[in-house]
């Protein structure tokens, strides 16, 4: 299996602040990575999809980048909204992985 | 817009098959351009892929689970089921399905079910 490692697990950040989380696969992957948001007691949402393409309806608060093994997100002023768990995903494999997740609390 | 809903029991004994039952609104389940899938989260920990059918039959699971899982389809319905054999604790979590597009390239899971808790205990 592709091993998705997301860095850092949990962070803290106040309204306005621009925030980064990485995700690191285990080989290269290409641009077939997506990212997700995830609300306690709500289904998961798709943020990005290939690497840096905006799902609809998500704010463009949001970007993502990156290329063959390292990837990042970025909100480049956080809202209240945007709390929770931030995943990324591969599907370069048929055996598809997410991250561990990394938990994003408001300050 | 595809809309989700599963169902099913929330509590399952030891040994027994776990059943669910996803519902599909928004589009037909056999018109193609989807891969129709589970996906679960155990207590306090991420997301784990279970496996995904394609609107042709095709299947696809996740190595760690393939000789407990099924996914089937009942296209009269416009849903899709997943089976999980031999049931122990550790497959206790909040199941989601979702539908994963065929396109682009990067295949997303792009609308998810709100997710159903199943609990394993006698």
């Known amino acids: 299996d592709i091993q998705m490692t997301q860095s850092p697990s949990s962070l803290s950040a106040s309204v306005g602040d621009r925030v980064t989380i990485t995700c690191r696969a285990s080989q290269r992957i290409g641009r077939l990575l997506n990212w997700y948001h995830h609300k306690p007691g709500e289904a998961p949402k798709l943020l990005i999809y290939?690497?840096?393409t905006l799902h609809s309806g998500v704010p463009s608060r949001f970007s993502g980048s990156g290329s063959g093994t390292d990837f990042t997100l970025t909100i480049s002023s956080l809202q209240p909204e945007d709390f929770g768990t931030f995943y990324c995903q591969q599907s370069y494999s048929s055996s598809i992985t997410f991250g561990q997740g990394t938990r994003l609390d408001i300050k | 817009q595809v809309q989700l809903v599963e169902s099913g029991p929330g509590l399952v004994k030891p040994s027994e098959t776990l059943s669910l039952t996803c519902n599909v609104s928004?589009?037909?389940?056999?018109?193609?351009?989807?891969?129709w899938s589970w996906i679960r989260q155990h207590p306090g920990k991420g997301l784990e892929w279970i496996g995904y059918?394609?609107?042709?039959?095709?299947?696809y699971y996740n190595p760690s689970l393939t000789s407990r899982v099924s996914i089937s389809l009942d296209t009269s319905k416009n849903q899709f089921s997943l089976e999980v054999k031999s049931v122990t604790a550790a497959d206790t979590a909040v199941y989601y399905c979702?539908?994963?597009?065929?396109?682009?390239?990067?295949?997303?899971?792009?609308?998810w079910g709100q997710g159903t808790l199943v609990t394993v205990s006698s």
């Open positions: 059918i394609y609107y042709r039959g095709n299947t």
């Open positions: 290939g690497v840096s």
């Open positions: 928004g589009t037909s389940i056999s018109s193609g351009g989807y891969y």
């Open positions: 979702a539908s994963c597009r065929e396109v682009p390239a990067a295949a997303p899971f792009d609308f």
